[in-house]
């Protein structure tokens, strides 16, 4: 009998091979092997899109594969959120996502839409940064005292503006109002952006931003900013007092945003290891990525996987009892 030709006999050989390796337990594609999607859940121009891109900018460098930005803003997040949950849990579909997601969103809805504590494996937390409360200019507010007297002198009090429903920017201004004992209305926009446009036409009278937004426009005089809400001022604005020197009695709403990585819940912990790994490195190597985030006021966190969690749990402590104090759970 005739031996097969050279080709079918290095085809068997193949194939022999193959066997062989799928019997012995072959090793799966080294992670990545093709482009992550990172979801963001604000609008482009946000600077939570800002973070998002810087991010995956430098994870892309580190890792090798491209890092792809998918806006889906709405719903203050919860369009993100299950943007991700419809995807394999296999680490090529990412999120930031911010305090405001993980610790108010869920509770500011009598049927929470996700579980943040359950829904997610934590990558690493990015970074913190404050926020202010601010005031267009033309209305001749300087200090608090004058915005809450404002807010007495019209009916209804203020119109105040948030990037969305269950944003710090809401919790924290609703929480101010009660503590300054004025009453207001909570008219939520589709991101930071166009909120800000609102407050600059004058269209709403106060909104909480993130410092590294209000701070060119209140350079600029387009803005007053009020009150810091952190323990202490920022160099960014340090004529602006922080909260507790404008308002003792609202010292406790100092809290700072902060912006996450995550995954769907079920990701293999040696993938997470894999993009914490590439984030301590952005963090602690890359001077292009620190450059951009303290440019944007965000203070850097070193991080392990499973801090996102850590974090949530422990602002969620303060914010769920103070969403139930001020009743402002909806359907």
């Known amino acids: 009998m005739n031996p097969p030709p050279t080709g079918a006999r290095r085809a068997l050989a193949g194939a022999a091979l193959a066997s062989l390796a799928f019997a012995a337990g072959a090793q799966p594609a080294a992670y990545p092997a093709k482009p992550i999607q990172l979801i963001a859940q604000q609008p482009p121009g946000s600077a939570s899109d800002a973070m998002t891109r810087a991010w995956a900018d430098c994870a ?16 203050n997040g919860i369009l993100a959120v299950n943007a991700l949950k419809a ?25 929470p839409p996700y579980d943040p504590l359950h829904d997610f494996d934590s990558v690493a937390v990015l970074g913190s940064t404050p926020l202010v409360l601010a ?6 507010i300087t200090r608090l005292a ?7 002198a019209h009916p209804g009090g203020l119109d105040f503006g948030s990037p969305g429903k269950g944003s710090p920017a809401h919790l924290l201004t609703s929480a101010l109002l ?6 207001g209305t909570h008219v939520p926009f589709v991101g930071e952006g166009a909120g800000l446009t609102a ?3 004058q269209q709403i009278q106060a909104m909480t931003l993130v410092i590294g937004t209000a701070a060119p426009h209140a350079r600029s005089g387009k803005l007053v900013p009020l009150a810091v809400f952190a323990p202490q001022r920022s160099p960014l604005l340090p004529d602006v007092p922080s909260i507790g020197e404008a308002l003792p009695a609202a010292k ?5 945003a902060w912006i996450a990585v995550v995954a769907r819940a079920g990701t293999p912990p040696a993938l997470l290891g894999t993009l914490n790994a590439a984030t301590e490195k952005c963090r602690s ?20 996987p499973g801090d996102a969690r850590t974090w949530a749990a422990r602002d969620t402590s303060v914010w769920k009892p103070l969403i139930d104090k001020l009743g402002l759970a909806t359907e």
């Open 60 to 75: 892309a460098r580190e890792m090798g594969q491209p890092v792809v930005v998918q806006n889906k803003p709405g719903a």
């Open 87 to 111: 995807q394999p849990a296999d680490g090529y579909t990412l999120m930031t996502i911010g305090m405001s997601q993980m610790t108010i969103t869920p509770y500011v809805y009598r049927q």
């Open 135 to 140: 005031v267009p200019a033309g209305l001749g």
């Open 146 to 152: 004058q915005l809450a007297d404002q807010a007495r």
């Open 178 to 183: 009660d503590r300054m004992g004025v009453s």
């Open 199 to 201: 407050l600059m036409g």
């Open 252 to 256: 406790d709403l100092a809290r700072t």
């Open 285 to 304: 190597g890359d001077a292009s990525y620190r450059a951009r985030m303290e440019a944007m006021n965000v203070t850097l966190a070193a991080s392990v």
